[in-house]
């Protein structure tokens, strides 16, 4: 079991940033890949981004490529989204999730998952 924590959510204004993290326990970080899932509202949750077990390799959505950036710190156990020239469109609740596989963009090869945090953006 893997136990995934959310945190850095809020209310920000358009063009600005924001960084959240999520903080994992139970069994061995290293050995997950990790992901950033959102949704927003009358949507279906949706993938973000994602990074490798050793963050060698990450993915993005298309229309955040540029402005968000996952990273990982395994020594602290924790994956950490930051969001640079937020849009309006970004408002959702955002998930981090984890897979056994090395990487991936389908939330169903994800098994485990935080409860998620807010991120309204304000134009």
């Known amino acids: 079991q893997v136990q995934l924590v959310e945190s850095g959510g809020g209310l920000v204004q358009a063009g600005g940033s924001l960084r959240l993290s999520c903080a994992a326990s139970?069994?061995?970080?290293?050995?997950?890949?990790m992901g950033w899932f959102r949704q927003a509202p009358g949507k279906q949750r949706g993938f973000v981004a994602a990074?490798?077990?050793?963050?060698?390799?990450?993915y993005y959505l298309d229309s955040v490529t540029g402005r968000f950036t996952i990273a990982r710190d395994n020594a602290k156990n924790t994956v950490y989204l930051q969001m640079n020239s937020l849009k309006p469109e970004d408002t959702a609740v955002y998930y981090c999730?984890?897979?056994?596989?090395?990487?991936?963009?389908?939330?169903?090869?994800?098994?485990?998952w935080g409860q998620g945090t807010q991120v309204p953006v304000s134009s």
């Open positions: 139970g069994r061995t970080f290293s050995a997950y890949g």
């Open positions: 999730a984890a897979t056994g596989d090395y990487i991936a963009k389908d939330g169903a090869r994800y098994s485990y």
């Open positions: 990074i490798s077990r050793a963050g060698g390799g990450t």
